[in-house]
Protein backbone atom coordinates (compact mmCIF):
# COMPACT_ATOMS: atom_id res chain seq x y z
CA UNK A 1 0.00 0.00 0.00
CA UNK A 2 1.18 3.01 -1.40
CA UNK A 3 0.19 6.01 2.03
CA UNK A 4 1.77 9.31 0.20
CA UNK A 5 -0.57 11.50 -1.52
CA UNK A 6 0.15 12.66 -4.88
CA UNK A 7 0.51 15.78 -5.80
CA UNK A 8 -2.50 16.53 -7.63
CA UNK A 9 -4.64 15.44 -4.38
CA UNK A 10 -2.11 17.61 -2.10
CA UNK A 11 -3.32 20.73 -4.51
CA UNK A 12 -6.86 19.41 -4.16
CA UNK A 13 -6.64 19.08 -0.61
CA UNK A 14 -5.03 22.71 -0.71
CA UNK A 15 -8.23 24.05 -2.76
CA UNK A 16 -10.67 22.39 -0.41
CA UNK A 17 -9.00 23.62 2.86
CA UNK A 18 -8.33 27.30 1.25
CA UNK A 19 -12.13 26.99 0.15
CA UNK A 20 -13.66 25.72 3.54
CA UNK A 21 -11.67 28.43 5.44
CA UNK A 22 -12.87 31.35 3.44
CA UNK A 23 -16.99 30.06 3.42
CA UNK A 24 -17.44 27.93 6.54
CA UNK A 25 -19.94 29.97 8.58
CA UNK A 26 -19.01 31.43 11.82
CA UNK A 27 -20.55 31.77 14.65
CA UNK A 28 -21.63 27.83 13.95
CA UNK A 29 -24.83 27.41 13.11
CA UNK A 30 -28.09 26.22 14.83
CA UNK A 31 -28.79 22.70 15.19
CA UNK A 32 -29.60 21.18 11.88
CA UNK A 33 -32.52 19.07 14.43
CA UNK A 34 -34.38 21.89 14.48
CA UNK A 35 -36.81 23.35 11.88
CA UNK A 36 -34.84 26.61 12.11
CA UNK A 37 -31.55 25.27 12.29
CA UNK A 38 -31.86 22.83 9.00
CA UNK A 39 -32.93 25.21 6.92
CA UNK A 40 -30.21 27.32 7.71
CA UNK A 41 -28.34 24.12 7.02
CA UNK A 42 -29.80 23.62 4.01
CA UNK A 43 -29.08 27.04 2.67
CA UNK A 44 -25.48 25.83 3.40
CA UNK A 45 -26.15 23.14 1.36
CA UNK A 46 -26.62 24.86 -1.06
CA UNK A 47 -23.93 27.06 -1.03
CA UNK A 48 -21.80 23.58 -0.89
CA UNK A 49 -23.60 22.78 -4.47
CA UNK A 50 -22.64 25.68 -6.32
CA UNK A 51 -19.18 25.40 -5.46
CA UNK A 52 -18.73 21.75 -6.32
CA UNK A 53 -18.01 20.28 -3.14
CA UNK A 54 -21.60 19.21 -1.96
CA UNK A 55 -20.67 15.40 -3.84
CA UNK A 56 -17.38 15.36 -5.44
CA UNK A 57 -16.80 12.10 -6.01
CA UNK A 58 -20.35 11.89 -7.89
CA UNK A 59 -20.18 11.85 -11.83
CA UNK A 60 -19.95 15.92 -12.98
CA UNK A 61 -23.69 15.30 -14.65
CA UNK A 62 -24.98 14.99 -10.89
CA UNK A 63 -23.03 18.10 -9.48
CA UNK A 64 -19.79 16.29 -8.43
CA UNK A 65 -16.50 16.53 -9.67
CA UNK A 66 -15.88 12.91 -10.77
CA UNK A 67 -12.97 12.95 -7.70
CA UNK A 68 -11.29 9.33 -6.78
CA UNK A 69 -12.60 8.34 -3.39
CA UNK A 70 -9.12 9.40 -1.77
CA UNK A 71 -10.01 12.57 -2.62
CA UNK A 72 -13.43 12.08 -0.76
CA UNK A 73 -11.40 11.05 1.72
CA UNK A 74 -9.15 14.30 1.31
CA UNK A 75 -12.46 16.84 1.18
CA UNK A 76 -14.20 14.98 4.52
CA UNK A 77 -10.77 15.37 6.53
CA UNK A 78 -10.75 19.25 5.56
CA UNK A 79 -14.81 19.65 6.22
CA UNK A 80 -14.78 18.47 9.76
CA UNK A 81 -11.03 19.77 10.31
CA UNK A 82 -12.98 23.01 9.44
CA UNK A 83 -15.64 22.93 11.95
CA UNK A 84 -18.18 22.80 8.66
CA UNK A 85 -21.37 22.14 9.54
CA UNK A 86 -23.04 18.60 10.07
CA UNK A 87 -24.68 17.49 6.25
CA UNK A 88 -28.42 17.38 6.74
CA UNK A 89 -28.28 15.75 3.54
CA UNK A 90 -26.69 12.97 4.56
CA UNK A 91 -29.33 10.51 4.48
CA UNK A 92 -30.06 11.09 0.28
CA UNK A 93 -25.86 11.48 -0.71
CA UNK A 94 -23.63 9.35 1.71
CA UNK A 95 -27.19 6.70 1.99
CA UNK A 96 -29.40 6.63 -0.78
CA UNK A 97 -27.51 7.81 -3.28
CA UNK A 98 -25.17 4.65 -3.39
CA UNK A 99 -27.66 2.39 -3.37
CA UNK A 100 -29.32 4.29 -6.61
CA UNK A 101 -25.88 4.36 -8.34
CA UNK A 102 -26.24 0.46 -7.35
CA UNK A 103 -30.10 -0.44 -8.09
CA UNK A 104 -31.66 1.77 -9.07
CA UNK A 105 -33.14 3.38 -12.79
CA UNK A 106 -31.77 5.89 -15.09
CA UNK A 107 -35.10 8.06 -14.50
CA UNK A 108 -34.66 7.78 -10.69
CA UNK A 109 -30.84 8.98 -10.97
CA UNK A 110 -31.96 11.78 -13.14
CA UNK A 111 -35.04 12.94 -11.03
CA UNK A 112 -33.25 12.68 -7.64
CA UNK A 113 -29.48 12.53 -7.77
CA UNK A 114 -28.84 16.49 -8.62
CA UNK A 115 -31.79 17.23 -6.31
CA UNK A 116 -30.24 15.46 -3.02
CA UNK A 117 -26.85 16.60 -3.59
CA UNK A 118 -28.35 20.39 -3.79
CA UNK A 119 -30.66 20.57 -0.81
CA UNK A 120 -33.72 20.84 -3.27
CA UNK A 121 -34.84 17.29 -1.64
CA UNK A 122 -34.03 16.15 1.62
CA UNK A 123 -34.23 12.51 2.47
CA UNK A 124 -35.10 10.30 5.59
CA UNK A 125 -34.96 6.80 6.00
CA UNK A 126 -37.85 4.76 6.79
CA UNK A 127 -36.65 1.44 8.39
CA UNK A 128 -37.97 1.38 12.38
CA UNK A 129 -41.35 0.71 13.29
CA UNK A 130 -43.17 0.01 16.58
CA UNK A 131 -42.64 -3.37 16.63
CA UNK A 132 -39.59 -3.56 14.28
CA UNK A 133 -35.87 -2.07 15.31
CA UNK A 134 -33.21 -4.35 15.39
CA UNK A 135 -35.47 -7.19 13.98
CA UNK A 136 -35.82 -4.93 10.99
CA UNK A 137 -37.52 -8.18 9.13
CA UNK A 138 -40.49 -7.95 11.33
CA UNK A 139 -42.09 -4.63 9.44
CA UNK A 140 -45.63 -4.78 8.87
CA UNK A 141 -46.35 -1.08 7.06
CA UNK A 142 -47.47 -2.61 3.60
CA UNK A 143 -47.39 -2.17 0.13
CA UNK A 144 -50.19 -3.14 -1.75
CA UNK A 145 -50.73 -3.34 -5.59
CA UNK A 146 -52.74 -1.38 -7.00
CA UNK A 147 -52.48 -2.34 -11.16
CA UNK A 148 -55.10 -0.16 -12.42
CA UNK A 149 -52.76 2.95 -11.34
CA UNK A 150 -49.64 1.36 -11.76
CA UNK A 151 -48.15 1.37 -8.43
CA UNK A 152 -48.75 0.64 -4.88
CA UNK A 153 -50.58 1.33 -1.85
CA UNK A 154 -48.93 1.91 1.23
CA UNK A 155 -50.03 1.88 5.11
CA UNK A 156 -48.25 1.44 7.86
CA UNK A 157 -46.13 3.57 10.66
CA UNK A 158 -42.53 3.97 10.69
CA UNK A 159 -40.74 5.81 13.54
CA UNK A 160 -37.07 7.10 14.74
CA UNK A 161 -37.19 9.16 11.38
CA UNK A 162 -34.08 11.00 11.81
CA UNK A 163 -35.09 14.75 11.05
CA UNK A 164 -38.41 13.31 9.00
CA UNK A 165 -40.14 16.66 10.86
CA UNK A 166 -38.21 18.85 8.09
CA UNK A 167 -37.57 16.19 5.15
CA UNK A 168 -39.26 16.22 1.38
CA UNK A 169 -38.87 12.43 1.00
CA UNK A 170 -38.44 9.44 2.48
CA UNK A 171 -36.66 5.92 1.67
CA UNK A 172 -37.59 2.83 3.04
CA UNK A 173 -38.76 -1.10 3.10
CA UNK A 174 -42.94 -2.45 3.03
CA UNK A 175 -43.90 -5.94 2.97
CA UNK A 176 -45.60 -6.28 -0.48
CA UNK A 177 -45.79 -10.00 -0.68
CA UNK A 178 -47.30 -11.14 3.38
CA UNK A 179 -47.12 -14.74 2.54
CA UNK A 180 -43.35 -14.93 1.80
CA UNK A 181 -40.92 -15.60 4.41
CA UNK A 182 -39.72 -12.95 6.39
CA UNK A 183 -36.74 -11.41 4.69
CA UNK A 184 -38.45 -11.57 1.17
CA UNK A 185 -41.82 -10.13 -0.09
CA UNK A 186 -40.15 -6.59 1.25
CA UNK A 187 -39.97 -4.14 -1.43
CA UNK A 188 -37.89 -1.03 -1.24
CA UNK A 189 -40.07 2.45 -2.00
CA UNK A 190 -39.00 6.29 -2.05
CA UNK A 191 -41.74 8.38 -1.35
CA UNK A 192 -42.64 11.85 -1.84
CA UNK A 193 -43.72 12.91 2.11
CA UNK A 194 -46.27 16.00 0.37
CA UNK A 195 -48.42 12.61 -1.10
CA UNK A 196 -52.15 12.74 0.05
CA UNK A 197 -52.41 10.05 3.05
CA UNK A 198 -48.87 10.78 4.58
CA UNK A 199 -48.92 12.42 8.31
CA UNK A 200 -45.31 13.53 9.65
CA UNK A 201 -45.34 14.29 13.44
CA UNK A 202 -42.21 15.51 14.75
CA UNK A 203 -40.67 13.69 18.28
CA UNK A 204 -38.55 16.31 20.86
CA UNK A 205 -35.56 14.75 21.73
CA UNK A 206 -34.43 14.67 25.52
CA UNK A 207 -31.86 17.56 24.39
CA UNK A 208 -34.96 19.34 22.96
CA UNK A 209 -34.08 19.12 19.43
CA UNK A 210 -36.89 17.68 17.25
CA UNK A 211 -34.70 15.71 15.35
CA UNK A 212 -37.04 12.75 15.03
CA UNK A 213 -40.53 11.93 13.30
CA UNK A 214 -43.05 9.19 13.33
CA UNK A 215 -44.69 9.07 9.98
CA UNK A 216 -47.96 7.42 9.53
CA UNK A 217 -49.34 6.22 5.53
CA UNK A 218 -53.18 5.64 4.95
CA UNK A 219 -53.55 4.34 1.48
CA UNK A 220 -50.59 6.35 0.19
CA UNK A 221 -49.98 5.87 -3.73
CA UNK A 222 -46.40 5.43 -4.77
CA UNK A 223 -45.80 4.80 -9.05
CA UNK A 224 -43.72 1.75 -10.25
CA UNK A 225 -41.27 3.97 -11.27
CA UNK A 226 -40.37 4.99 -7.65
CA UNK A 227 -39.52 1.57 -6.62
CA UNK A 228 -35.68 0.52 -6.03
CA UNK A 229 -34.84 -2.61 -7.34
CA UNK A 230 -37.22 -5.24 -7.91
CA UNK A 231 -40.41 -5.78 -6.12
CA UNK A 232 -40.27 -8.37 -3.47
CA UNK A 233 -36.28 -8.14 -3.67
CA UNK A 234 -36.21 -4.86 -1.16
CA UNK A 235 -34.02 -6.45 1.67
CA UNK A 236 -31.06 -6.89 -0.92
CA UNK A 237 -31.44 -3.29 -1.95
CA UNK A 238 -31.51 -2.21 1.78
CA UNK A 239 -28.66 -3.95 3.33
CA UNK A 240 -26.88 -2.03 0.27
CA UNK A 241 -27.89 1.27 2.41
CA UNK A 242 -27.43 0.00 6.09
CA UNK A 243 -23.97 -1.43 4.40
CA UNK A 244 -23.21 2.25 3.18
CA UNK A 245 -24.55 3.25 6.12
CA UNK A 246 -22.30 1.40 8.78
CA UNK A 247 -19.14 0.55 6.44
CA UNK A 248 -17.58 3.83 4.79
CA UNK A 249 -19.48 7.06 3.70
CA UNK A 250 -21.75 7.86 6.63
CA UNK A 251 -18.69 8.03 9.44
CA UNK A 252 -15.60 9.43 7.59
CA UNK A 253 -12.17 9.12 9.50
CA UNK A 254 -12.23 12.85 9.12
CA UNK A 255 -14.64 13.62 11.87
CA UNK A 256 -12.68 11.62 14.20
CA UNK A 257 -9.47 12.87 13.49
CA UNK A 258 -10.72 16.43 13.67
CA UNK A 259 -12.66 15.22 17.09
CA UNK A 260 -9.46 13.78 18.97
CA UNK A 261 -6.95 16.76 17.22
CA UNK A 262 -9.64 19.32 18.98
CA UNK A 263 -9.18 17.36 22.38
CA UNK A 264 -5.57 17.66 21.87
CA UNK A 265 -6.30 21.37 22.23
CA UNK A 266 -8.71 20.93 24.90
CA UNK A 267 -5.84 19.33 27.05
CA UNK A 268 -2.78 21.87 26.28
CA UNK A 269 -5.44 24.90 27.42
CA UNK A 270 -6.78 23.29 30.76
CA UNK A 271 -5.39 19.02 30.88
CA UNK A 272 -2.21 18.36 33.72
CA UNK A 273 -3.27 14.88 34.49
CA UNK A 274 -1.07 11.87 33.61
CA UNK A 275 -4.19 9.79 33.85
CA UNK A 276 -6.50 12.01 31.21
CA UNK A 277 -3.04 12.59 28.59
CA UNK A 278 -2.79 8.49 28.37
CA UNK A 279 -6.30 8.35 27.51
CA UNK A 280 -5.68 11.10 25.22
CA UNK A 281 -2.94 9.52 23.42
CA UNK A 282 -5.22 6.17 23.35
CA UNK A 283 -8.49 8.00 21.66
CA UNK A 284 -6.17 9.91 18.93
CA UNK A 285 -4.11 6.28 18.44
CA UNK A 286 -7.31 5.08 17.39
CA UNK A 287 -8.77 7.82 15.44
CA UNK A 288 -5.79 7.46 13.37
CA UNK A 289 -6.21 3.79 13.03
CA UNK A 290 -9.44 4.19 11.98
CA UNK A 291 -8.11 6.50 9.59
CA UNK A 292 -5.58 3.66 8.18
CA UNK A 293 -8.19 0.89 7.97
CA UNK A 294 -10.03 3.11 6.08
CA UNK A 295 -8.01 3.47 3.62
CA UNK A 296 -7.63 -0.25 3.37
CA UNK A 297 -11.02 -0.41 2.68
CA UNK A 298 -10.69 2.38 0.02
CA UNK A 299 -8.14 0.48 -1.36
CA UNK A 300 -10.35 -2.90 -1.40
CA UNK A 301 -13.03 -0.97 -3.07
CA UNK A 302 -11.32 0.80 -5.62
CA UNK A 303 -9.89 -2.85 -6.56
CA UNK A 304 -13.33 -3.94 -7.15
CA UNK A 305 -14.39 -5.59 -3.76
CA UNK A 306 -17.81 -5.03 -1.95
CA UNK A 307 -17.51 -3.58 1.64
CA UNK A 308 -19.48 -7.03 3.58
CA UNK A 309 -20.50 -7.89 6.46
CA UNK A 310 -17.02 -5.91 7.97
CA UNK A 311 -19.20 -3.06 7.89
CA UNK A 312 -20.41 -4.09 11.40
CA UNK A 313 -16.49 -4.26 13.01
CA UNK A 314 -16.26 -0.47 11.37
CA UNK A 315 -19.43 0.55 12.65
CA UNK A 316 -18.88 -0.89 16.26
CA UNK A 317 -15.26 0.65 16.50
CA UNK A 318 -16.26 4.59 15.35
CA UNK A 319 -19.67 4.34 17.48
CA UNK A 320 -17.67 3.28 20.36
CA UNK A 321 -14.17 5.85 19.41
CA UNK A 322 -16.82 8.90 19.40
CA UNK A 323 -17.60 7.62 22.78
CA UNK A 324 -14.74 7.84 24.20
CA UNK A 325 -13.34 10.81 22.54
CA UNK A 326 -16.27 12.73 23.98
CA UNK A 327 -16.60 11.04 27.56
CA UNK A 328 -12.51 12.02 27.70
CA UNK A 329 -13.12 16.06 26.76
CA UNK A 330 -16.23 15.92 29.46
CA UNK A 331 -13.72 14.40 32.28
CA UNK A 332 -10.97 17.17 31.13
CA UNK A 333 -13.80 19.64 31.03
CA UNK A 334 -14.61 18.99 34.59
CA UNK A 335 -17.55 20.82 36.58
CA UNK A 336 -17.38 22.69 32.96
CA UNK A 337 -18.74 20.02 31.06
CA UNK A 338 -22.58 21.02 32.54
CA UNK A 339 -22.62 24.04 30.99
CA UNK A 340 -24.45 23.86 27.82
CA UNK A 341 -23.86 27.60 26.56
CA UNK A 342 -20.72 29.04 25.39
CA UNK A 343 -17.80 27.26 23.71
CA UNK A 344 -17.52 24.25 26.05
CA UNK A 345 -21.47 22.84 25.25
CA UNK A 346 -20.20 21.81 21.97
CA UNK A 347 -19.05 18.61 24.04
CA UNK A 348 -21.98 17.80 25.95
CA UNK A 349 -24.24 18.03 23.25
CA UNK A 350 -21.66 16.42 21.04
CA UNK A 351 -21.41 13.82 23.93
CA UNK A 352 -25.23 12.83 24.18
CA UNK A 353 -25.07 12.18 20.31
CA UNK A 354 -22.28 10.08 20.56
CA UNK A 355 -24.29 7.83 23.04
CA UNK A 356 -26.43 7.07 20.27
CA UNK A 357 -23.85 5.88 17.78
CA UNK A 358 -24.15 2.45 19.30
CA UNK A 359 -28.09 2.29 18.73
CA UNK A 360 -28.32 3.96 15.34
CA UNK A 361 -26.93 2.22 12.38
CA UNK A 362 -28.09 -1.26 14.27
CA UNK A 363 -27.39 -1.63 17.51
CA UNK A 364 -23.84 -2.61 18.25
CA UNK A 365 -24.99 -5.91 19.54
CA UNK A 366 -26.75 -6.77 16.60
CA UNK A 367 -23.46 -5.34 15.19
CA UNK A 368 -21.43 -8.33 17.26
CA UNK A 369 -23.87 -10.94 15.68
CA UNK A 370 -22.85 -10.70 12.68
CA UNK A 371 -19.56 -10.33 13.29
CA UNK A 372 -19.74 -13.36 15.17
CA UNK A 373 -21.73 -15.32 12.60
CA UNK A 374 -20.97 -13.60 9.24
CA UNK A 375 -17.53 -12.75 9.49
CA UNK A 376 -15.91 -15.21 12.04
CA UNK A 377 -18.17 -18.35 10.66
CA UNK A 378 -19.23 -19.38 14.42
CA UNK A 379 -22.63 -21.08 14.52
CA UNK A 380 -25.90 -19.33 15.29
CA UNK A 381 -26.73 -20.72 18.83
C1 LIG B 1 -30.08 8.79 16.96
C2 LIG B 1 -30.90 7.73 16.29
C3 LIG B 1 -31.31 7.93 14.98
C4 LIG B 1 -32.11 6.99 14.35
N1 LIG B 1 -32.54 7.25 13.08
C5 LIG B 1 -33.36 6.36 12.45
C6 LIG B 1 -33.85 6.64 11.14
O1 LIG B 1 -33.58 7.70 10.57
N2 LIG B 1 -34.67 5.74 10.56
C7 LIG B 1 -35.01 4.58 11.17
O2 LIG B 1 -35.71 3.78 10.55
N3 LIG B 1 -34.57 4.27 12.42
C8 LIG B 1 -33.75 5.14 13.08
N4 LIG B 1 -33.31 4.88 14.36
C9 LIG B 1 -33.80 3.69 15.04
C10 LIG B 1 -32.75 2.61 15.18
O3 LIG B 1 -32.49 2.00 13.94
C11 LIG B 1 -33.29 1.60 16.21
O4 LIG B 1 -33.37 2.27 17.46
C12 LIG B 1 -32.38 0.40 16.34
O5 LIG B 1 -32.39 -0.38 15.17
C13 LIG B 1 -32.82 -0.50 17.53
O6 LIG B 1 -34.16 -0.81 17.44
P1 LIG B 1 -35.15 -0.58 18.68
O7 LIG B 1 -34.98 0.83 19.13
O8 LIG B 1 -36.50 -1.04 18.26
O9 LIG B 1 -34.59 -1.50 19.84
P2 LIG B 1 -34.77 -3.10 20.00
O10 LIG B 1 -34.61 -3.76 18.67
O11 LIG B 1 -36.07 -3.30 20.71
O12 LIG B 1 -33.56 -3.46 20.89
C14 LIG B 1 -33.54 -3.22 22.32
C15 LIG B 1 -32.24 -3.78 22.87
O13 LIG B 1 -32.19 -5.22 22.67
C16 LIG B 1 -31.00 -5.58 21.98
N5 LIG B 1 -31.27 -6.68 21.05
C17 LIG B 1 -32.35 -6.81 20.24
N6 LIG B 1 -32.26 -7.94 19.51
C18 LIG B 1 -31.11 -8.55 19.87
C19 LIG B 1 -30.44 -9.76 19.46
N7 LIG B 1 -30.96 -10.57 18.54
N8 LIG B 1 -29.25 -10.06 20.04
C20 LIG B 1 -28.69 -9.24 20.99
N9 LIG B 1 -29.28 -8.08 21.41
C21 LIG B 1 -30.47 -7.76 20.86
C22 LIG B 1 -30.61 -4.34 21.19
O14 LIG B 1 -29.22 -4.33 20.88
C23 LIG B 1 -30.99 -3.22 22.17
O15 LIG B 1 -29.96 -3.05 23.12
C24 LIG B 1 -32.51 5.81 15.02
C25 LIG B 1 -32.09 5.60 16.34
C26 LIG B 1 -31.31 6.55 16.98
C27 LIG B 1 -30.89 6.31 18.39
Not at 85 to 102: C, D, K, M, S, Y
Not at 243 to 255: A, D, F, N, W, Y
Not at 371 to 380: D, H, I, N, T, Y
Request: charged share 25%; proline share 5%.
Amino acid sequence: MDLTFSPDEERFRAECRAWLEANVPRPALPSGDTREGFAAHLEWERRLFAARYAVVSWPEEYGGRDASLWEWLIFEEEYYRAGAPQRVTQNGIFLLAPTLFEFGTDDQRARYLRNMASGAQSWCQGWSEPNAGSDLAGIRSKAVRDEAAGGWRLSGQKTWTTRGAFCTHLFGLFRSDPEAERHRGLTYFLVDLSAPGVTVRGVERLDGDEGFAEVFFDDVFVADADVLGEPDQGWAVAMATTGSERGLTLRSPGRFLATATRLIELYRERGDDPVLRDRLAAAYIDAEAYRWQTFGTVTRIVEGAGTGPESSMVKIFWSELDVALHDLALDLLGPHAELLDGPDGAWMKGYEFALAGPIYAGTNEIQRNVVAERVLGLPRR
